[in-house]
């Protein structure tokens, strides 16, 4: 099967574009994450949906993120303007629901605001 | 405040030099607790699942144990392939939220 899909896997882009990372989760899974790990934070809950609905939204950081689940096999996080302190991996993970079943990682894309 | 701490932040090892990395956890409430493995340029990868206190899960070279506090990772006999970044996480409240430690990077030398 066919593991959890990241796009792209590198972005450099300039301070104030707007930027678009994409996931496709793993066939059949229905929870879906985002991610961001950083040197200084690690690994930190942005958001995740349950079935294409977003359920708990309190990690993003600011109103300049957001995050859409139109189907159950595609995902966005939108940065709009860009900062260069948003410059991070961002990693998407998929599990199904049910107790403690684990959450299967992407390889993330890497972000650098100039 | 719920919280996961991992020690050491790094840790240096000779092949064959068995060792252990620790996960300790303050938090409210424990309905599991995870280890992965990540390595560079790669998103974290699954080992095990934890429950309860006294459970204990093996693969290969690893084997993860859990008490109240916390879970070691027992590494028998490392070989340089082991080489990665650990991580634990937990999930407090069976909402799918983990908190995750800083990790221990692992770097076995031939």
């Known amino acids: 099967d066919a593991g959890v899909i990241q796009s792209p896997r590198h972005e450099v882009t300039e301070m104030g574009q707007e930027v678009t990372l994409r996931c496709k989760p793993i066939s059949g899974h229905d929870y879906l994450f985002w991610y961001r790990q950083t040197m200084m934070r690690g690994l930190e809950l942005l958001i995740y949906f349950n079935n294409n609905v977003p359920i708990d939204d309190s990690g993003m950081p600011e109103d300049r993120f957001s995050a859409k689940m139109p189907n159950a096999s595609f995902s966005t996080l939108k940065i709009q303007p860009s900062e260069p302190r948003d410059s991070a991996v961002y990693f998407c993970a998929s599990s199904w629901s049910g107790s403690n079943q684990p959450q299967h990682f992407g390889d993330g894309t890497r972000l650098s605001i100039l | 405040e719920d919280q996961v701490t991992q020690s050491p932040e790094a840790l240096r090892l000779q092949e064959g030099e068995s060792s252990s990395l620790n996960c300790s956890y303050t938090?409210?409430?424990?309905?599991?607790l995870f280890w992965y493995r990540q390595d560079p340029g790669k998103g974290p990868e699954f080992l095990f699942t934890l429950y309860s206190a006294g459970e204990e899960k093996e693969k290969e070279r690893l084997k993860a144990t859990l008490t109240k506090k916390e879970s070691f990772l027992h590494i028998t006999a490392p070989k340089p392939e082991d080489s990665a970044t650990y991580l634990c996480?937990?999930?407090?409240?069976?909402?799918?939220?983990?908190?995750f430690g800083t990790g221990t990077r692992l770097k076995v030398l031939a």
């Open positions: 938090v409210s409430g424990l309905r599991g």
């Open positions: 996480a937990v999930d407090t409240s069976g909402t799918y939220k983990y908190i």
